[in-house]
């Protein structure tokens, strides 16, 4: 039996595409159910729920009045069913396959959590978006991840988008931490290694992530991971509760920020700002350069998407840490 748990808030754009490629799994209809947990939309999500709802009876929809994934994940665990459970991403479209390859490499594997690749694309083609995807997908944009870049073979990982794990795994390192608004699958995947668990990515399948089109939306969503896994390491105490990747944006602002201020006082250090954003604008011309060559992108948008993911993130990250100092200020 497996058990699909979706948590929802206003994917009045996505979700329609997202139950469809979820009906379209070759998964035996009779062995499944599937949870859309939803934290009290306000578009027509809900609506467009219930309306499956009255047509299929494996689908149900779930109540989240908390709003967050945390808890939409955990109340889908405390009523599901399945001896399996998938966890899936309304933004997201899902190969037929998906879920039965994880499901059966899950026992093979002998994991305790199986991933596939996620690769990115946009709803709406436009010169634009397609830099934007472009700069999603690539390795100066969002890091070495493998499930983001790719695999060629059965591995294991530090984490996996979208996990799949066997009911007894969350008896055995307990449930979603709810204070966390983001990285809590990350979260809960250090958990799963620091006892010991496995965790793989397999080739076999993969998913498609519908990334954010415009450059506000790129920025909004950026600048909240990026103060996510600040305040993820600060509610875990934790410091491997992500990976040294996830700092990398904080750590360029910071070259550029902290010797401007120390040079108010000591006017040399302000060379350490201008050499490292030299060294930044240098690699970003030379990438763009490249991508826009061989994939005839645009290289403006390119440009453009590169400056907003790294300061949007790393500004995020900044801002974490400044909010962490401050509740600790006012303890």
Request: charged share 20%; glycine share 6%; with cysteine.
């Amino acid at each position: 039996m497996l058990s699909i748990i979706c948590p929802i808030y206003n994917e009045e754009k996505y979700i329609v595409g997202c139950i469809d490629s979820i009906l379209k799994q070759d998964y035996p209809r009779n062995d499944w159910e599937v949870l859309f947990v939803d934290g009290m939309s306000t578009d027509r999500t809900r609506e467009i729920v219930q309306d499956y709802c009255r047509n299929y009876d494996f689908i149900r929809l779930i109540d989240n009045p908390q709003k967050i994934v945390p808890h939409a994940m955990n109340k889908g665990i405390s009523v599901a069913k399945g001896d399996v459970i998938i966890r899936l991403d309304a933004h997201a479209l899902y190969k037929d396959d998906y879920c039965s390859v994880l499901t059966k490499q899950l026992k093979a594997l002998g994991a305790d959590n199986v991933g596939a690749v996620c690769k990115t694309d946009v709803q709406h083609k436009t010169s634009k978006t397609l830099a934007i995807r472009e700069v999603l997908s690539n390795k100066f944009g969002v890091g070495n991840s493998v499930f983001r870049v790719g695999a060629d073979r059965a591995m294991e990982v530090d984490t996996v988008p979208f996990g799949c794990w066997r009911r007894d795994v969350f008896d055995k390192y307990g449930l979603f931490d709810v204070r966390l608004v983001r990285n809590q699958d990350i979260e809960f995947n250090k958990r799963i290694l620091r006892g010991g668990g496995k965790i793989y990515i397999v080739p076999d399948t993969y998913c498609v992530y519908l990334a954010r089109e415009t450059f506000k939306a790129l920025a909004l969503n950026c600048f909240q991971n990026g103060k996510w896994n600040v305040l993820t390491v600060h509610y875990t105490k934790q410091f491997d509760s992500l990976s040294l990747r996830h700092f990398v944006p904080m750590l360029f602002v910071c070259s550029l920020i902290v010797p401007l201020f120390v040079g108010m006082f000591y006017s040399q250090t302000m060379y350490v700002s201008l050499a490292s954003m030299l060294m930044y604008l240098f690699l970003l011309m030379l990438i763009c350069g490249r991508l826009s060559y061989a994939k005839k992108l645009n290289i403006f948008y390119l440009l453009s998407s590169f400056l907003v993911l790294h300061f949007s993130y790393g500004c995020g990250s900044i801002a974490g840490l400044w909010s962490v100092l401050w509740e600790k200020s006012n303890k």
